[in-house]
């Protein structure tokens, strides 16, 4: 069945640093991807998404790209703030399946001033 | 426009007792989806409406487990009896059909 994997955390980081965390999936077909933040007391949020092959999705200075190559769809960000700490989930939608969404396991980020 | 709403946003209760929590959707969107986290696990599909009819009820862990939505509005998660394995938060998507699906702000149920 379709399912995703990604990094284990928690991730700390320096505020200003590089951010990277992976996310690969298995899927029949070609499904849309996502990735979703929540914050601290808050509800999860769409953060980028990216719907075909080499596809790249962006918001508030994240960036992924849809590799269908290597069934992967890291999240990247250039310079984290104190503020990007949260949780961050990589999905994608079970096209097959009502297009439910299938999570990966969440990785928690902490950025430290 | 207002967003997916969830109510209540926490719950504790003790294990054998009742619970229902309401998702109420973005209002026009036919599809509506419950899932869950639990143990700070992966959060997993637990059911699919389309207005009120059941699409795909596969992720529903067993039969204290009842979901409704009646006249395709808003709709309800029912737990009964708890068990202390039920705790976690649950959330609500709703999506007009597309791909997108919008979350709520999630129910935050411990069960003691």
């Known amino acids: 069945g379709n399912s995703v994997t990604q990094m284990e955390g928690p991730v700390t980081l320096s505020e200003e640093a590089f951010l990277t965390i992976n996310c690969t999936y298995t899927?029949?077909?070609?499904?849309?991807l996502f990735w979703y933040v929540q914050y601290p007391g808050e509800g999860l949020q769409l953060l980028l998404k990216?719907?075909?092959?080499?596809d790249k999705g962006s918001n508030k200075g994240f960036e992924a790209t849809y590799r269908k190559e290597t069934t992967s769809f890291h999240l990247e960000k250039g310079s984290v703030q104190v503020s990007d700490s949260a949780v961050y989930f990589c999905?994608?939608?079970?096209?097959?399946?009502?297009?439910?969404?299938?999570f990966g396991a969440g990785t928690r980020l902490f950025v430290k001033a | 426009e207002a967003g997916v709403t969830q109510f209540p946003s926490h719950s504790v209760i003790e294990k054998g007792q009742t619970v229902t929590l309401r998702c109420d959707p973005i209002?026009?969107?036919?599809?509506l989806y419950w899932y869950r986290r639990v143990m700070g696990k992966e959060i997993k599909f637990l059911l699919h409406?389309?207005?009120?009819?059941?699409?795909?009820e596969s992720g529903m862990p067993n039969n204290r487990f009842l979901a409704e939505r009646t006249g395709g509005t808003y709709s309800t998660l029912k737990v009964q009896p708890a068990e202390l394995e039920d705790s976690g938060v649950y959330f609500c998507?709703?999506?007009?059909?597309?791909?997108?699906?919008?979350f709520g702000p999630g129910t935050r149920l411990l069960v003691l």
């Open positions: 998507a709703s999506s007009p059909g597309q791909e997108t699906q919008y």
């Open positions: 899927a029949t077909g070609y499904p849309s």
């Open positions: 990216a719907t075909k092959a080499d």
């Open positions: 999905a994608l939608s079970d096209r097959g399946g009502g297009f439910k969404t299938i």
């Open positions: 209002s026009g969107h036919d599809n």
């Open positions: 409406f389309v207005k009120e009819s059941k699409q795909d």
